[in-house]
């Protein structure tokens, strides 16, 4: 199935499905903590396998114990179906 970008009233209702992570700037984000850098480090291996299953890559950084990840279709020029199943599969990682 082909992704679709959200309205504004469903981006709301993605809010209460995604409470962990903010609208900033037209793209899902998140933050996040670890113990140490080899922790942070798994969680972005995991991410990375999950993302490439999707075809659909998250923004984001790495310093030491903390991870920021952005996610966002620049294909569609919005926060999309994608975005909602990246994110909720990184939910699964904590």
Not at 16 to 39: I, N, T, V, Y
Not at 50 to 68: D, F, I, K, M, T
């Amino acid at each position: 199935m082909a992704a679709s970008l959200f309205s504004a009233d469903q981006l709301d209702s993605l809010a209460e499905l995604l409470p962990d992570w903010q609208l900033r700037a037209g793209k899902l984000h998140r933050d996040f903590s670890f113990a140490d850098f080899s922790a942070a480090f798994a969680f972005m291996t995991r991410v990375a396998l999950a993302a490439e299953q999707l075809g659909h890559h998250p923004e984001w950084s790495n310093c030491w114990n903390r991870v920021s990840i952005d996610l966002v279709s620049h294909d569609l020029c919005g926060i999309s179906t994608l975005d909602r199943d990246l994110a909720l599969q990184i939910n699964t990682f904590l």
